[in-house]
């Protein structure tokens, strides 16, 4: 069964999780496009315009995706720590906005 919408203190901690971990290539909003991500060839995932499911972020997190910037967290992150992230990530999404 998917998990719910997260918690307050959910939230707050996967938000950490990512500013210290993810935001330096998806961005602080989940925007990609950081200075420091322009370089990296696929450009890191919006997770505003892009939504992915739960499982595959999941499988990304723990295996990451070879050939891109994104490396496996399995040994950087718990099992925990890395579901989290995975359900927060798809609440940066942003359908209903416009993009440049
Ligand atoms: C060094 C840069 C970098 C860091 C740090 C990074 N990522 Fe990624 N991430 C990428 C790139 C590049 C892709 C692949 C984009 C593509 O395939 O088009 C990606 C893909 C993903 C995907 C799959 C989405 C898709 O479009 O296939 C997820 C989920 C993801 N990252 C989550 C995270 C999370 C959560 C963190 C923090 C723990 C993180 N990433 C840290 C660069 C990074």
């Known amino acids: 069964m998917l998990p719910g919408p997260l918690s307050a203190a959910e939230t707050e901690q996967a938000r950490g999780l990512y500013l210290k971990n993810c935001q330096s290539c998806h961005g602080p909003d989940g925007g990609g496009n950081v200075a420091s991500s322009t370089a990296v060839v696929p450009a890191p995932t919006s ?11 999941e499988q990304v997190l723990a295996g990451g995706l070879p050939g891109t910037a994104m490396t496996p967290w399995k040994d950087k992150l718990s099992e925990t720590d890395r579901r989290l992230l995975a359900r927060y990530v798809r609440t940066l999404y942003a359908e209903d906005r416009s993009w440049p």
């Open 47 to 57: 997770f505003r315009r892009v939504r992915p499911t739960l499982k595959y972020a």
